[in-house]
């Protein structure tokens, strides 16, 4: 397996992309018994430093960089993390693309039988815990602890990673939780957040107020499910309502900012913190 840069100034299509980030053309699944690219985002200080770094694994991989191979409109996250690292806040991302006509199969644990799909979430979450990550790790400098591994994404995207938090504790340490697609498969993710055990880390949870009158009820349905689990809003959990926001890629990268720093700033500043007041002070003498 080659990492080559992306993109390929030689292409002739005219890219998005800022900053550095690199692609792999093809990974096998023996989970999925299918093969998909990767894109990975380093962070400005990666190629001048020996640092080690957060990693945020994100779903619908082809809609965060680049408009010329999204669906529609991109996230942005490559400029929203250039944008960051100028206040001291960089990760790695690891965008896994959907597979198009099995996107709703994997990215739900949980079968739906008005939409005829779900029920290989399970088995995606293992493709990134088992194949996806050690790849990574392998690979570049990260901070392969949970504290340090999030699971993000929007929709269907929101639905696994909210599953995956839960279901893989050991391996993700805070979600992102955008606009989740609460309904599907009959609801069936709250029977489960409900008896899952509590999982210590961070949850960023949202949703746009012209998503729906149903979206909203369920988004607040699953906040308040959270806090009566122990998660503490403002703490644990930060519970956000974007007033005349669609449900929209242009949304959620503008709303990727906020959650990164309440997901990962936070730890960061922390660290920073202790490796200041840990070094010798110099006499004033």
């Given at each position: 397996m080659e990492w080559e840069d992306y993109p390929d100034a030689d292409d002739g299509v005219e890219h998005t992309v800022v900053g550095k980030v690199l692609r792999l053309p093809s990974l096998h699944s023996p989970q999925l018994a299918n093969?998909?690219?990767l894109f990975v985002y380093l962070p400005p200080s990666y190629a001048t430093s020996d640092r080690r770094y957060p990693v945020l694994y994100m779903h619908d991989g082809q809609n965060l960089f680049d408009r010329a191979i999204s669906f529609g409109e991109e996230w942005g996250v490559d400029r929203t993390m250039e944008e960051a690292s100028r206040h001291g806040l960089?990760?790695?991302v690891v965008a896994i693309p959907n597979t198009g006509d099995h996107r709703l199969d994997e990215y739900s644990p949980f079968r739906d039988s008005r939409r005829k799909g779900g029920g290989?979430?399970?088995?995606?979450?293992?493709?990134?815990?088992?194949?996806?990550?050690?790849?990574?790790?392998?690979?570049?400098?990260?901070?392969?602890?949970?504290?340090?591994?999030?699971?993000?994404?929007?929709?269907?995207?929101g639905l696994i990673s909210l599953y995956g938090y839960f279901r893989s504790a050991d391996v993700f340490g805070f979600a992102g939780v955008m606009s989740p697609a609460?309904?599907?498969?009959?609801?069936?993710?709250?029977?489960?957040?409900?008896?899952?055990?509590?999982?210590?880390?961070?949850?960023?949870?949202?949703?746009?107020t012209r998503e729906g009158s149903a979206a909203?009820?369920?988004?607040?349905?699953?906040r308040d499910l959270l806090v009566r689990k122990g998660y503490r809003p403002g703490r644990d959990m930060v519970y956000v309502v974007d007033e005349g926001a669609a449900h929209h890629e242009h949304a959620w990268g503008e709303r990727l900012g906020r959650a990164l720093e309440f997901l990962i700033g936070t730890r960061q500043r922390a660290r920073r913190a202790r490796r200041t007041t840990s070094r010798p002070q110099r006499s004033a003498g």
């Open positions: 093969r998909r690219e960089e990760a790695i290989l979430g399970d088995r995606y979450l293992d493709f990134l815990v088992e194949t996806v990550k050690p790849v990574v790790d392998r690979t570049f400098r990260t901070l392969p602890g949970r504290a340090s591994t999030g699971i993000v994404g929007s929709s269907m995207g609460l309904w599907f498969g009959d609801r069936a993710i709250f029977d489960f957040v409900e008896a899952a055990p509590f999982a210590p880390g961070r949850i960023y949870l949202d949703v746009g909203l009820v369920d988004v607040a349905r699953m």
